[in-house]
């Protein structure tokens, strides 16, 4: 018994002074796990952000790419022009993929035309079906016209003869998101069959 009277006495408990200093490492140990969730949390949605409007990108640019390539193609061999418009932010082509002398709007179509309308800032790609969105956010659009030595085609739009010396088109596609941060891709396409 007087063991445990003498534990009991020595036990006194906490003071105010131990509490305060615990509760004090306390906050300080929250606020730094907090700012590393918040800061990687950040981090991992301007991240995401940024994926989605590469990929949009890239996609809309990999569509648009493979439909130039095919630009012109003509197994029947009644004069199918590849580049129909040509002006800085649209472009018409033309290919009779299935070689029965018909150009069709049916998908997949052989008469496309891209256009980038400013005020939705969305590209579209219209089949002669009507419209479709191809990129989403896009801030801004280039089509260059480039001849078979790699030089510039102008004025733009170009004329029914200039367009007919088309041979790669460099293309330009800037997308953004909302909070401003923007990314520009640019390639060049070969017209193979022009």
Known sequence: MRFLRRLAQGNRGFTLVEMMLTAAMLGIVLAVVSTVFYSSNDTYR???RRVNMQRNARLGMDIIVKELRHAG???SG???SAIIVASSDSLRIQADL???GVIETAEPSEDVTYYYDVVSQVLFRDPGTGPQVLVP???GLV???LDANN???SPLPLTTLLAAQVRSVAISITTHAREGEQI???TTAALRNS
């Open 184 to 186: 520009t891709l640019t």
């Open 143 to 145: 089509f260059n016209y």
């Open 46 to 48: 301007k991240t995401s």
């Open 98 to 100: 299935d070689g029965d």
């Open 137 to 139: 956010n896009v801030s």
């Open 73 to 75: 193609c003509d197994p």
């Open 78 to 80: 009644v004069g199918v």
């Open 151 to 153: 030089d510039p085609l």
